[in-house]
């Protein structure tokens, strides 16, 4: 019991501490899927590991073959040409706003690149980098 009462104050600061990261850079669609993300994955999500899975190859195929190798500049569609706008809310602010837009993206970018879709760990640590871009 008494090792309960020490340790619900340090899971509340902890709480409070994995919001506040979100709220530094996150806008409130990414702070909303994080946090439904990570009811299902209860699991800090890693910026770092969210960018390694953006280079990443895939047997000649990455999320920078369509958005290029920077998220702040405009990128080209790997087959129709279509011009992307840069994917870094920082100098786009319309992305990461629709839900319904990440949603469907994610599923169809995912199953392109990777041959399936995107784990709910992969999309957490994902959009939390792309958030901070
Ligand atoms: C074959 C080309 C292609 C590849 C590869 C690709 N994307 Fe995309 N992506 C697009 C297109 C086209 C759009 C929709 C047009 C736009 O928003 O610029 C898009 C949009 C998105 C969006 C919507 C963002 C928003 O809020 O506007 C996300 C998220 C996204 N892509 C993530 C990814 C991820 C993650 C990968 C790697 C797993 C990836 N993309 C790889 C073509 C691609």
């Given at each position: 019991?008494?090792?309960?009462?020490?340790?619900?104050?340090?899971?509340?600061?902890?709480?409070?501490?994995?919001?506040?990261?979100?709220?530094?850079?996150?806008?409130?669609?990414?702070?909303?899927?994080?946090?439904?993300?990570?009811?299902?994955?209860?699991?800090?999500?890693?910026?770092?590991?969210?960018?390694?899975?953006?280079?990443?190859?895939?047997?000649?195929?990455?999320?920078?073959?369509?958005?290029?190798?920077?998220?702040?500049?405009?990128?080209?569609?790997?087959?129709?040409?279509?011009?992307?706008?840069?994917?870094?809310?920082s100098v786009n602010p319309e992305r990461l706003t629709s839900r319904k837009k990440v949603n469907k993206w994610f599923l169809r970018n995912c199953k392109w690149t990777v041959g399936r879709e995107c784990t709910t760990k992969e999309k957490g640590n994902i959009l939390l980098?792309?958030?901070?871009?």
């Amino acid at each position: 019991m008494r090792v309960h009462q020490y340790q619900l104050p340090k899971l509340l600061v902890h709480c409070l501490i994995l919001l506040m990261s979100f709220n530094v850079e996150a806008n409130d669609l990414t702070d909303t899927m994080l946090k439904e993300y990570q009811l299902k994955e209860p699991i800090p999500f890693s910026s770092d590991a969210g960018r390694l899975f953006w280079y990443k190859d895939n047997n000649g195929r990455s999320c920078t073959t369509c958005h290029t190798d920077s998220v702040l500049i405009k990128g080209r569609h790997e087959r129709t040409g279509k011009i992307l706008e840069p994917m870094a809310p920082s100098v786009n602010p319309e992305r990461l706003t629709s839900r319904k837009k990440v949603n469907k993206w994610f599923l169809r970018n995912c199953k392109w690149t990777v041959g399936r879709e995107c784990t709910t760990k992969e999309k957490g640590n994902i959009l939390l980098w792309l958030s901070q871009q």
